[in-house]
């Protein structure tokens, strides 16, 4: 399954909420306007639960440039949360669907479009 939405650097609000006990397998931002302002990087990361604004990529992916850019986990974290969207350590309430959300280091007029390409409840945590 895939999903894709439209971020702006000053909002970074996502219409893409994954399936609780997914797994991704990619994302993507397609930059189609630098990220502008002294420091043009943004996170990927979620609405809500453990390290919210870094659960799916580091604090330095570098939007200075258009053009695509694949992201990946970099912490054991952000891998546990990759192989099983929710799993114990993110979401200690139990399973839920997660909202992605882009957090970038300054408000700015950059735009792109991410994509996310999963695999729907597989629960598979290794």
């Known amino acids: 399954m895939a999903q894709a939405s439209i971020v702006t650097q000053a909002s970074g609000g996502t219409d893409i909420t994954l399936p609780a006990q997914s797994q991704i397998l990619s994302i993507v931002m397609m930059v189609t306007t630098a990220w502008t302002g002294s420091t043009k990087t943004f996170s990927i ?14 604090t330095g992916v570098d939007g200075s440039a258009i053009g695509r850019f694949s992201a990946s986990p970099t912490t054991a974290a952000q891998i546990y949360n990759w192989d099983n969207i929710s799993n114990s350590t993110f979401q200690t309430g139990g399973p839920t669907d997660v909202q992605l959300f882009v957090t970038s280091a300054n408000t700015g007029s950059g735009v792109g479009t991410l994509h996310v390409t999963y695999i729907q409840g597989i629960n598979l945590a290794s």
């Not at 990361?45 to 580091?58: Q, S, V």
């Open 45 to 58: 990361g979620a609405t809500a639960g453990t390290l919210a604004a870094t659960a799916f990529t580091a």
